[in-house]
Every structure is written in structure tokens, then in C-alpha cells.
């Protein structure tokens, strides 16, 4: 056994639980995980070997084949590409005679793409090593480029290379209230649990993370359900392109988050909680595990907390690995117990049989962060902001074409127009509100308000002006989904992989009439029959572009005769590569096709 | 069959209501459980009556009060209308079957399973006359190592029923997955990766619950002539309901 792996497996006491934890750790610690590595870990937990290699092979960040000393993932959402991230990664490539997905001979450097970082309001923006670098200018890509030719350790770089700035445009109750650590928990100890949950249910919270369920009815279920233990767990593990409010909650507003867990903890009777961090954040896990430990120390986590007999609970960060369909709650639990993030069969639901088996509550981190402010402040004060069934605030992620993107916070029913007009947009063409799994809204339904009532959304906003073309915004949508689907369900698995090619074609101008056709058959083949949120969504961008775009797609079809959907001189370029021509007679030309 | 879905006690028993059809179930069946018991074949690939239900395929799809679930993992509830056999849903399951064979190498005329699939079987029974999408052609060698067994990948459908029968009957774990989405793919428990590095024996459950040709004994090909096999002879909706009812028969 390599000591890496020794040294790993001790550190997180050979949980299994751990799993993806323990991975996490060995990757960073040699960049790849081989055979034999698999082989010891699974030993080392007592796993079968084969579910140590699915779970290696399931997210995106483990690499089980050598990559680059310096391993560059360059985020690939739309709102990099409309920031120029395509051509800086060609730079980067050029720099060091690359292709994309390979790794350099002398094994310094790979460069490859990975799905949205949630630095969408400073894009373009990579990961190396894991780490973030936000704003890749030209400037940016070749002190990059220079730094890693000299082999330069990451420690050396220079630190403004991976400033994240929170961009906050517009605040409300949420990031305007002073808020002192310990207020919520007090305020929840004098009201008592019973008198915390009906504080709740008088809000009218429902849950941020987009579906929109009522937090005190998930807290009272749970609460009620039999079980060995209860668990909390904080869904920080926000994916969806267009999405980064949870980043700058937890950047900026991290003591109302860990208040909003421990209130919850005390409410429903759990001991134990979890922050699932997505993998892409990891600036923020020092500062997160500074403040529990600050907190510990404080007596707002562990055993009586404020004194209290028999109030005892903390918080475990989790850090994720590179799965967006660890977002949905019972994928996130599998995740948390080292598994692969499979999205679990409903019901029973988490609340009843979450994490371990046992009542479990999930909660998107901006709910928590109102729970605490509902704790403190108490329903009333929540209730000021929004409409009768939307009520408080709700904290938008802006970005695209607009003058000022960031964080902006309105009360529910706010127009998108307003949030545009606020946010400096202009000649807007098309909104994606919720992200790739959202709403596509065209110009004449700019005056529709986010609200569960109206245009229900987790609070992305990506806005294409009129330069932009919706096939390319659809074709990115769809390629994210193919790239992130699970592969557990057939409709999902194959659906968007099927639109993902199909999108493709139209938009390198070999669509066909069938392909039009057959996008809208597999999108409402996923609505109707997938197996979770993903991919009954997946086909969302494309119905939704179909309806109000569709001269998009018929201007896009070279012909309206039959095109053949592949290029036939690409199809030939393997046989060129193995017999070395390049001359005119290995390459078809129009008049021989 | 337990006592109590003898025909005689049918009507003391909770019923719901298949393409109008009544259909009795017992509080533990789910839907697709309570039609196969009572005689009423619901096409299905990842399902597998000795095993719990999976719910990966969706070839079971049924509407359930006008909307789509699948229904081996949809608890059978008194009262609810369940529509199989319309256009609507037979054109849902079709695009599923199509899909598998898009993604796959499925070359039946040359394959040893012909006769035998079921993937084969459900599409001939859902009319299916071509994979319809582009195929994706993928990369997939086979494992010849072990002595006694071929795996053949290219017919992979991800039903995880061999996974589940190493694990949960043979207590060998010899299967699993890896990858993610459309690269998820089949792994046996081996560093070298090859089957013969695994305890994989002839007599494992997992050797015949394979509904394709993935898992092949070695030297027993074409012993039964295409035009004799299972499917030759019966169509699919006789043969699983039969097959269904003797395999729940032993353990209630």
C-alpha cells in the first residue's frame, strides 16, 4: 500500500462513508488514483473493490489515468463561452502543442473542460489543481502558461490569480440584517421547538433550492419520523449552470447559514449535520471549517450547547467531487455515504429514510439562511417581503449579457424586467431563469415575475442579448446534461446524449428536418419517464427554444432535402492519422461527395 | 401463490384498475407485481421477479392516473386507473427500447442470445421495426479470460441484474459500474480488471440473470437452434407472466 493511501485512510478512521472524502484527499495528493490504489482502499474500508472503482469512475474531479502535474479544467457554461473561454483555452493549448483531453509528453500539464464552477458572474473561469481562477483574460492565460512551463508550485502564484469577488448589486432582508452568530439559535432555545416550527409554518418558507416545498412540513415530518437518529443536511452543492448565490451566502453570510443549521438541528432533534460543499468551491472550506471550529470553541456546536442539557450537535463538511445530480437530495445522500450519487427511488423520501436509513432533512443553503432570519426576526418581519404564496425574499444569480452581473436580492413577484433593467441589461433577446433545468423566456415575457406562482426558480438568471444565438445557448444546455446525467434510467442516460448529438449537428449546419423532429420526441420521452428531477428537465431548454425560437432552428438546417448528419472528409481523418497523408487525395472535396 | 389471491378470496382484496381491467394486490405488490400475478403482462427489462424492483429501465412505464411512472416501483394503490396498453404509452416504451439499442451494439441475426433476449423479445412485442436514432457505435471489447464464461459488453443494457444477483444471492460482488451518464459501463472486481481474476463460477446466479447476451457460458452456442428458442415459440407476454408465477409461487 503507497503511504498516500495509508496516511488518507487513517485520516478519515477507514469509514466508508467517506468514500468520496478519501478520494478527494488522494487525488490531490498524487493527481490520480491507480489500480492497485482502488485496490487498497477498498481493503482498507472493507468494500467490494468494483464499488470503489464505480465511485472513482462516477465523478468528474477522480481521474483514474495519469493527468498533468498541473491538471486545467477549464469551466465550460455558457456564460464562459460568451466570455471568451473557447479561444483562451485554444491559447492555452496552442501554448503547449495540446489537444484538448491530453496530457503533455513530459506529463506537466492536461488541459480539459468540466460543467459550470459558478463563477458565472466573473467568467471566463478554470480550475487547476482543483483550485479557482476566476476573470481568464488573454493577460491571465499567459502568466498561467509561463508559471506552469517553470513548473512554478501553485503556492507561489501570484494570490490575486484566485480572488473570488461576491459581486453583491442588490441587498434585502437577507444581506442588508445585521446578524450576530448564536442570535437564532437563542432565539430558537427560547422558543422551543414546538414554537420554532409553528414560527415556520406562519412564514410560509418554501424551499429555495427550486422545488419549492414547505420547510416546516419537511421539519415536522422528520421530526415525527421514527428513527435510531436524525440527520440535517445543508445542500451547498448548487450546479446549476447560471447559479452562485449559495457561494456568496457562504462567502459573505456564513454565520446565518451555521446558525439556520443548528436552529434546525435543534428543531427537528438532530445531532448531526452536514454541509454538502460542491467540489468546485474549494476557497471556501477553510473559512468554513474555521468557523465551526470557532464555533465549537464558542459552545454553538457540540455537546449543551449555550448551556442548554441535552441541546447537542455539529456540522460536518462534505466536499463534493464534480456531480451536478448530487444537487437532488437522495443523489446527495448516496454521496454523503460514499457512494455513487445515484438518485434514490421515492418513496420512501428522506425525511423518512434519508442518510444511514434515517430521518433526514434537506435543505438548500439560502433556506437556511431565512431560517435563521424567520428564528430571529420571527415570521412577521419575514412576511414584509413578497407575495401571499411566495413569501420573503429570494437572493438572484445575474450573469450574461448585462452591464452589472452579481448577486441581487428582491422580495418574490419582482419582474424580470426590473431585474434587468436594474442589472443593466440591453437588446435582451431571451432569459434562462433557473438554469439549463428553468424556463427559456423570450423578449415579450420579460414582464413575468419569479415567484413559485409564476416563474418558479432556484435564482439564475442568464441573459443572452440579441447578437447571441439561442441554437448555441440550447446546444450548451443540452451538452451539460448529457454530460452530467447519472446514467441510472434509460430516457436519461440515452435522451441526452441523443440531444446533445442532435443539437450539435444543427448547429454546425448538418441538422435535419428529421433531427428537428426527433429533439422535440426525446425531450418529452425524458420529461414523461425519467427517473428524477435531472432528466425530467433535461429536455426542458429544447421544448422551451422549439416553441418560442423556432425560426432559430429552420434557419439552421442547410437544406431542406436530406443532409447527411456527418461530415464525410471528418470521417476520414482517422485513416489519414494512421497513413500519414495530408495530401489532397486523402480529403474528399464537395464536387467528389 | 398465498391464500389470499386465490381466485375464491379475490374480492376481499384491494383492486385497481389495468386498461380496465380489475386487478387485486396484496398491500407489498407494486403495480407491475399485482398485473403479472393476476395474468397481465406489462413489458419490463431491468425486473426481475426474484429481485427487488430497480426502476432503471422505464420500459414498465404505465400512466397511473394520467401520469407516467414506472410500475415496478409504483406501490399498487385501491381505486387507481392504470393505463398500459395504449398507443400513447406503447409509443413511450418503444422510444425506451430504441434508445437501448441506439446506445448498444445490437446485431441480433449474428448474436447467440437471438431467441433468447429479451430485449429482442420486448421489441418485437412493441413493434418495434428499427432502432430509429443515430447509433452510437461504441467501443466496448469483450472479456474472453475466464475459462468458462464470455463477456460480451457490446449487449450491455445496465439493468444491474448480474450486479445484484452477485451481490445479494452469490455474496461475490463480482459485478459493478463505473462511469457516469452515457458512459456508464459494466466492471467486474478485479484489479486486472478481467473476468478471470474474479471468484465468478458457472453455477452463480449472477450467470443467469442476464435478460441480453452479455454473460455467456463458454461452448454451449447456438446448441439450440435459432427457430427452437423460448421466444420462437411464445411470445414474450405468455412466457414472463408464466415465469413470473412460478417464481413467486415458492416463496409465499
Avoid at chain 1, 396 to 404: F, I, N, Q, T, Y
Wanted: hydrophobic share 40%.
Amino acid at each position: 500500500m503507497s503511504g498516500d493511501v495509508s496516511a488518507v485512510l487513517a485520516k478519515h478512521q477507514h469509514d466508508p462513508t467517506r468514500l468520496v472524502q478519501i478520494l478527494r484527499d488522494l487525488m490531490a495528493a498524487q493527481r490520480h488514483l491507480t489500480p492497485q490504489d482502488l485496490t487498497a482502499i477498498a481493503k482498507g474500508l472493507a468494500l467490494p473493490r468494483g464499488r470503489v472503482e464505480g465511485v472513482a469512475g462516477f465523478y468528474s474531479f477522480f481521474a483514474t489515468e495519469p493527468r498533468g502535474a498541473y491538471r486545467v479544467l477549464f469551466s465550460d457554461s455558457i456564460t464562459d463561452r460568451m466570455a471568451g473561454s473557447v479561444e483562451l483555452r485554444q491559447r492555452l493549448l496552442d501554448a503547449f502543442h495540446l489537444r484538448l483531453g491530453e496530457v503533455s509528453r513530459d506529463g506537466l500539464l492536461s488541459v480539459d473542460v468540466t460543467s459550470c464552477t459558478g463563477l458565472c458572474d466573473q467568467g471566463p473561469a478554470m480550475l487547476v489543481n482543483g483550485v479557482a481562477i476566476p476573470r481568464l483574460t488573454h493577460a491571465r492565460i499567459g502568466a498561467i502558461s509561463a508559471l506552469i512551463r517553470a513548473s512554478s508550485p501553485m503556492e507561489w502564484w501570484p494570490e490575486n490569480l484566485f480572488s473570488i469577488h461576491s459581486h453583491i448589486e442588490r441587498r434585502d432582508q437577507v444581506l442588508s440584517t445585521p446578524f450576530e452568530r448564536g442570535e437564532a439559535v437563542r432565539a430558537a432555545i427560547r422558543r422551543g421547538p414546538d414554537g420554532t416550527l409553528e414560527e415556520l409554518q406562519r412564514s410560509g418558507l418554501r424551499g429555495r433550492g427550486g422545488a419549492g416545498f414547505s420547510t416546516a412540513t419537511k421539519w415536522t415530518a422528520c421530526r415525527g419520523a421514527e428513527g435510531r437518529a436524525r440527520f440535517l443536511v445543508c445542500n451547498a452543492d448548487e450546479g446549476e449552470p447560471g447559479t452562485f448565490k449559495d457561494r456568496v451566502l457562504l462567502a459573505d453570510h456564513l454565520e446565518l447559514v451555521l446558525d439556520g443549521m443548528t436552529v434546525a438541528g435543534h428543531t427537528v432533534g438532530a445531532k448531526k449535520g452536514f454541509l454538502y460543499l460542491r467540489g468546485e468551491y474549494p476557497f471556501l472550506v477553510q473559512p468554513i471549517l474555521a468557523a465551526l471550529e470557532e464555533r465549537r470553541h464558542e459552545r454553538w456546536l457540540g455537546s449543551e450547547i449555550a448551556g442548554v442539557p441535552g441541546f447537542d450537535f455539529d456540522i460536518e463538511l462534505h466536499v463534493g467531487a464534480g456531480a451536478y445530480v448530487c444537487g437532488e437530495e437522495s443523489a446527495l445522500i448516496e454521496s454523503l455515504e460514499g457512494k455513487r450519487g445515484i438518485p434514490r427511488n421515492r418513496p420512501p423520501y428522506p425525511v423518512t429514510h434519508g442518510y444511514l436509513g434515517q430521518p433526514t432533512v434537506v435543505n438548500n443553503v439560502e433556506t437556511l439562511a431565512k431560517c435563521a432570519l424567520i428564528a430571529s426576526h420571527g415570521a412577521e418581519f419575514f412576511k414584509l417581503r413578497g407575495t401571499a404564496k411566495s413569501t420573503g425574499t429570494k437572493l438572484l444569480s445575474v450573469s450574461g449579457d448585462v452591464a452589472r452581473p452579481g448577486i441581487y436580492e428582491y422580495g418574490f413577484g419582482v419582474p424580470v424586467s426590473q431585474v434587468l433593467a436594474d442589472a443593466g441589461a440591453e437588446r435582451t433577446q431571451a432569459v434562462q431563469v433557473g438554469g439549463p433545468s428553468g424556463t427559456l423566456l423570450s423578449r415579450s415575457e420579460l414582464g413575468r415575475r419569479i415567484a413559485f406562482e409564476d416563474v418558479p426558480s432556484a435564482g439564475a438568471l442568464i441573459v443572452f442579448d440579441e447578437s447571441r444565438s439561442i441554437l448555441d445557448v440550447v446546444e450548451s444546455f443540452a451538452a451539460f446534461f448529457a454530460h452530467e446525467s447519472c446514467g441510472f434510467c434509460t430516457p436519461c442516460r440515452v435522451g441526452t446524449t441523443l440531444a446533445a448529438q442532435m443539437m450539435g449537428r444543427l448547429c454546425h449546419g448538418r441538422g435535419t428536418r428529421r433531427d428537428v423532429k426527433d429533439l422535440a420526441r426525446v425531450a418529452r420521452q425524458m420529461r414523461a419517464t425519467s427517473h428524477c428531477g435531472l432528466g425530467s428537465s433535461a429536455g426542458n431548454p429544447v421544448l422551451h427554444a422549439l416553441e418560442k425560437f423556432r425560426p432559430s432552428f429552420d434557419k439552421a438546417l442547410a437544406s431542406h432535402e436530406v443532409v447527411p448528419s456527418f461530415d464525410l472528409d471528418e470521417a476520414l481523418a482517422p485513416a489519414r492519422e494512421v497513413t500519414g497523408r495530408e495530401d489532397e487525395g486523402a480529403h474528399l472535396t464537395e464536387e467528389a461527395t | 401463490m398465498s391464500d389470499a389471491t386465490k381466485p375464491g378470496d379475490a374480492p376481499s382484496l384491494p383492486t385497481f384498475t389495468l386498461d380496465g381491467h380489475d386487478v387485486p394486490f396484496t398491500p407489498d405488490q407494486t403495480i407491475l407485481q399485482a398485473a403479472m400475478a393476476a395474468g397481465h403482462y406489462i413489458p419490463h427489462l431491468c425486473f426481475h421477479p426474484e429481485f427487488k424492483p430497480h426502476g432503471s429501465c422505464k420500459v414498465c412505464t404505465v400512466k397511473v392516473d394520467g401520469r407516467t411512472m414506472a410500475s415496478c416501483t409504483t406501490q399498487a394503490r385501491a381505486g387507481a386507473e392504470i393505463e398500459s396498453s395504449s398507443d400513447e404509452v406503447r409509443d413511450l416504451r418503444r422510444n425506451l427500447v430504441q434508445f437501448l439499442f441506439t446506445e448498444g451494439n445490437h446485431f441480433c441475426p449474428s448474436c447467440e442470445q437471438s431467441g433468447d433476449c429479451k430485449l429482442q423479445a420486448v421489441a418485437y412485442e412493441l413493434g418495434m421495426t428499427s432502432s430509429h436514432f443515430t447509433q452510437m457505435f461504441p467501443d466496448r471489447p469483450v472479456d474472453a479470460s475466464h475459462p468458462d464464461v464470455l463477456l460480451d459488453f457490446n449487449r450491455c443494457i445496465l439493468c444491474e441484474l448480474c450486479v445484484r444477483a452477485s451481490a445479494e444471492v452469490d455474496g461475490k460482488d463480482v459485478f459493478a459500474l463505473s462511469g457516469r451518464g452515457i458512459k456508464k459501463h459494466l466492471i467486474v472486481n478485479a484489479e486486472s480488471g478481467r473476468l478471470a481474476d474474479t471468484r465468478l463460477a458457472v453455477e452463480d446466479k449472477a450467470m443467469s440473470v442476464c435478460p441480453v447476451g452479455v454473460i455467456l457460458r463458454k461452448r454451449r452456442g447456438f446448441r439450440v437452434p435459432i427457430g427452437q428458442r423460448t421466444y420462437d415459440a411464445r411470445p414474450i407476454s405468455e412466457v414472463a407472466v408464466d415465469q413470473y408465477r412460478r417464481a413467486t409461487r415458492g416463496d409465499e
